[in-house]
């Protein structure tokens, strides 16, 4: 396996780092190193797939793709705001830092404004270390996944105490910094510092799985460690700045996911997927745009669902989720899954919900002797009442929705507050459930999916039954 | 078991009855397949009987087929026969239009019999459809003085409930002694479609008629409406009766003394 040599065992140092500035630095220069017999493997591996790839091992060829890369950036950059610092002799790597940030998850056209007001609120680290955590997310708030501000604020007072207010030009040292990983360090190192360290991204991955045709899963982080590899071979080291933001502008302005633009595109004379689709003469589609290849892994999945709105005078019966995921510690109506995927549930996992739910109305005193009762319940009294859809990460659901009211001649304990009940089997879990009013619902901790529910609920509420008319 | 020998002129089915024509009974399960699952076949000496509410309990179906409607119709003794509608669309679909129909039902009630005869009498095909217990109730429907009863052509019918349908999810029923007024309002605008009572009528199946007590105005959805309209096949004119509060009836004869076909929907509130 390729070793990245941006993953460091020291990614979390302590503050106290400064004191192992030295050592750290020795470090560094044995690594690229280590990795030479990776890079060959590497090579071996390209050209041995497609001999069109073979470039890669003619030094002069190398040579005029960097230039023709550099050349073709030279003259198309766009103008961005964090690339005025970069005119300057010494780049300020505090904007870098700042940018790229912003940068990560986030599109270029919303960076600009937020980019604009920090610099002017915060021009430097020792204005942005002295704020505070209130003021850091004002400015940010909009520009969203907030964490990456505090870790800023966080790093700059980092940067205050323990480099003398300096950013350090180490990679290693820069990912002593909270905030700072290795696309961040590698992005600073190189851009501000001039250091040879290839920065990828998901453009830079893109733009090496057309050029070179790989057919690897760019979400794999084998495999991202083979692209980063093969960046690190492929960089003009003397101009590392220019180069790397070559490679990602290639990606955001020509090479990109769709509509990619091979005519205008200054490196498609050594790209491997471009050369395939014109000898083979069929649509740059076919070839470029199947790369980077997907894998699906997060394959989108279905859930039918089966909610049971029970009903007691204007109460409804609520369960807490009581797992870790997305949903817990929201209120839901009681549901049984019915499929996964298109695969029924297996019976076990069925009567999983089921018990759970005939536990729940025996705490409440409704006379059920067994789980037979209860599905006796649910299959007989229920009522359809349509079915609602909803997307739910990369689930969707299909949650069909019935109604059960109790007979208001059973003798029911319905409390408003949440009760707990305990396992009676140690398989049991213990389940947490309350009864609603619709009004009381609404200022409760509901999901989505369990919102629209209750809407399709007000819808039918309209709906007359016809046995209320003939009986 | 009974021999063919001692089978003697009367039947020994519990049931028999004979239709000339498969094509009816085909129509009527298109109409009403899709708003039930299951359903039990009433057989008594008046005739054929089935009613069944939707699986949502917003509508019935009632359907009655008199006994004299029947080339051939016997029934010793009551039966109800239970069948999964979409059962019966398979077997139903190798009967001809107009091949003649046998139904039979024995003592043991867990099996039907069907008999298709082509009109040249050179086909016979023989079906058993296996029966099964259905739990329904069975609901009163009280006769009622209906406030306004409008008849119309059913094609307009199933044109108005489907273009509405496309507008909104309810649509608003007026009846006056000058019109019926269907109105729908949904996401995407409104619209209106309405009808007069026929001055001229040339064509007895294009008329118009309105009979009303009083004026009413109702909401219903469009869903089951269109649901309705798929028996537009089985009559040329359509019958909508309505009264405050009460359920909408929409009726499908079947020609005289046949029949009928109808729909209850139960009204939404607003």
């Known amino acids: 396996m390729l070793v990245n040599d941006d993953h460091s065992t020291q990614k979390n140092l302590p503050s106290s780092s400064c004191i192992r500035k030295k050592r750290t630095v020795s470090r560094i220069k044995q690594n690229p190193k280590q990795k030479m017999g990776d890079i060959e493997d590497l090579l071996k591996y390209l050209c041995q797939r497609d001999k069109k790839n073979s470039w890669l091992t003619v030094e002069k060829e190398i040579s005029s793709f960097q230039h023709s890369l550099l050349e073709w950036y030279r003259q198309n950059k766009r103008q961005l705001p964090w690339r005025q610092t970069l005119m300057e002799q010494h780049p300020n790597p505090y904007h870098i830092w700042v940018s790229e940030t912003m940068l990560q998850q986030t599109r270029v056209t919303s960076v600009i404004e937020y980019y604009k007001k920090w610099l002017q609120t915060f021009p430097d680290i020792p204005s942005l270390a002295a704020s505070s955590l209130e003021r850091v997310n004002e400015i940010w708030a909009g520009l969203g996944y907030y964490r990456r501000a505090k870790l800023l604020y966080e790093g700059a007072k980092t940067i205050m105490s323990c480099f003398d207010g300096q950013v350090p030009e180490d990679i290693r040292l820069l990912q002593s910094i909270p905030g700072i990983g290795p696309y961040t360090a590698a992005a600073i190192a190189s851009i501000a510092f001039n250091k040879p360290y290839a920065v990828c991204d998901g453009n830079v991955f893109r733009v090496l799985s057309r050029l070179f045709s790989i057919d690897l899963d760019i979400s794999s982080s084998d495999n991202q460690s083979f692209f980063r590899s093969l960046a690190q071979f492929l960089i003009f080291k003397d101009k590392a700045a220019d180069y790397n933001q070559a490679m990602m502008e290639l990606g955001a302005t020509v090479c990109t996911p769709k509509n990619f633009d091979c005519k205008h595109c200054p490196v498609h004379h050594w790209c491997n997927s471009f050369q395939t689709a014109t000898e083979r003469q069929v649509p740059l589609n076919d070839i470029v745009g199947q790369y980077p290849v997907k894998f699906n892994r997060v394959k989108q999945s279905n859930e039918e669902l089966q909610v049971y709105l029970i009903v007691f005078a204007n109460y409804f019966l609520m369960l807490k989720n009581v797992s870790r995921n997305l949903l817990g510690n929201l209120w839901h109506f009681p549901y049984v899954t019915l499929k996964r995927n298109g695969n029924e549930l297996t019976e076990d996992e069925k009567l999983q919900h089921e018990r759970c739910l005939s536990r729940v109305l025996h705490s409440c005193g409704y006379p059920l002797n067994d789980t037979n009762d209860l599905l006796k319940l649910l299959y007989e009294s229920a009522i359809p009442i349509g079915q609602v859809e909803h997307l739910f990460t990369h689930i969707k659901q299909t949650i069909y929705v019935k109604f059960v009211r109790l007979s208001s001649e059973t003798s029911l304990v319905v409390e408003n507050s949440s009760h707990r009940i305990g396992g009676i089997d140690p398989n049991d879990e213990s389940i947490e459930y309350r009864w609603l009013t619709k009004e009381q619902m609404e200022t409760s901790a509901i999901s989505r999916q369990m919102k629209k529910v209750m809407e399709l609920y007000q819808q039918q509420k309209k709906q007359k039954f016809i046995h209320s008319f003939f009986c | ?270």
């Open chain 2, 1 to 270: 078991m009974v021999s063919k020998e001692e089978q003697n002129s009367s039947s020994s089915f519990q049931f028999e009855a004979r239709l000339t024509q498969a094509s009816l009974i085909k129509k009527i399960l298109e109409a009403i397949k899709d708003l039930v699952t299951d359903a039990n076949f009433d057989c008594s000496a008046e005739g054929l009987s089935l009613q069944a509410m939707d699986s949502s309990h917003v509508s019935l179906v009632s359907m009655v087929l008199h006994a004299q409607g029947f080339e051939m119709f016997q029934c010793q003794r009551a039966v109800s026969l239970g069948i999964n509608l979409a059962s019966l669309t398979k077997i139903l679909k190798c009967a001809g239009n107009d091949d003649s129909i046998t139904l039979r039902a024995d003592e043991k009630g867990d099996k039907a019999e069907f008999v298709f005869e082509s009109q040249s009498q050179d086909r016979l095909s023989e079906f058993e459809l296996k029966l099964m217990d259905i739990d329904s109730e069975h609901l009163g429907i009280p006769d009622t003085k209906y406030s306004a009863v409008v008849e119309m052509p059913s094609s307009e019918y199933r044109r108005i409930c489907s273009d509405l349908g496309l507008m909104g999810d309810t649509v608003r029923i007026s009846v006056s002694k000058e019109s019926v007024k269907f109105q729908v309002d949904g996401d995407i605008g409104k619209g209106s479609v309405c009808l007069h009572p026929s001055s001229v009528v040339d064509k007895p199946t294009e008329v118009v008629k309105i009979s009303l007590e009083e004026p009413v105005d109702m909401i219903f959805s469009i869903r089951y409406l269109n649901n309705f309209a798929k028996a537009a096949p089985l009559s040329d004119t359509v019958t909508l009766s309505l009264s405050k509060d009460f359920p909408l009836q929409v009726e499908f004869k079947f020609g005289e003394q046949m029949g009928y076909l109808r729909y209850y929907l139960a009204p939404k509130i607003d």
